[in-house]
């Protein structure tokens, strides 16, 4: 006999959207599809989320929190470079989890260009990681950057990144993950360069 889920309802409902998403977009998220592929009534859906954007703003988190959780796994070693580079790859799209992960965060990366809720969670994420990659920066320049070059280095290898994943998953096969991966550690070295 199989155990009992202790999943709630709405994590489920949370990962059917994601898996939506990531498989055909968020045009095609309804409250109406997300209860068939859940094998649910439409007033359940409701009842956890009584809005669209309710609903893709809990989707959306779930996928930060996905993405934060995996980076705060990174075990920091001494090398501060390949600390940051462990980080940076964890937001490219190097298996299948976080291709799924990418095409998700592309999905709403565009909605929140329309859809304030979203802007605004996507800019504190955005705040967020690049004050952290901008912490590892300092690290690993040993202080030798002031503030503002510091900070512009991590908009830098945030929007190099994010342009690499967007890239990868919207492209086919162009960018491999070795391509990514060699892209990463050259960004870092040109942006940790003395």
Known sequence: MA?????????????VLLDI?????????????????????????????????????????????RIRERVANV???????????????????LDE????????????????????????LQAGILAEVTESIAEVIALAR???DGPEDTRRKAHIALAAVDGLALHAVSSGDWLDPSTLTDAVDHLIGTLLAQ
């Open 3 to 15: 155990e009992p889920s202790t999943r709630s309802t709405r994590d489920v409902l949370t990962d």
């Open 21 to 65: 998403t990531a498989r055909r977009g968020l045009d095609a998220v309804s409250v109406r599809q997300v209860a068939a592929a859940a094998g649910v009534s439409i007033g359940t859906v409701q009842h956890h989320f009584p809005t669209k954007d309710a609903m893709l703003t809990a989707a959306f988190t779930e996928v930060v929190r």
């Open 75 to 93: 075990v920091p070693g001494p090398d501060v470079p390949r600390n940051l580079a462990a980080v940076l790859r964890e937001l490219l799209p």
């Open 97 to 120: 989890r976080r291709s799924a992960e990418v095409r998700i965060q592309v999905a709403f990366a565009a909605r929140a260009a329309t859809a304030p809720a979203l802007a605004a």
């Open 142 to 144: 040993h202080g030798e």
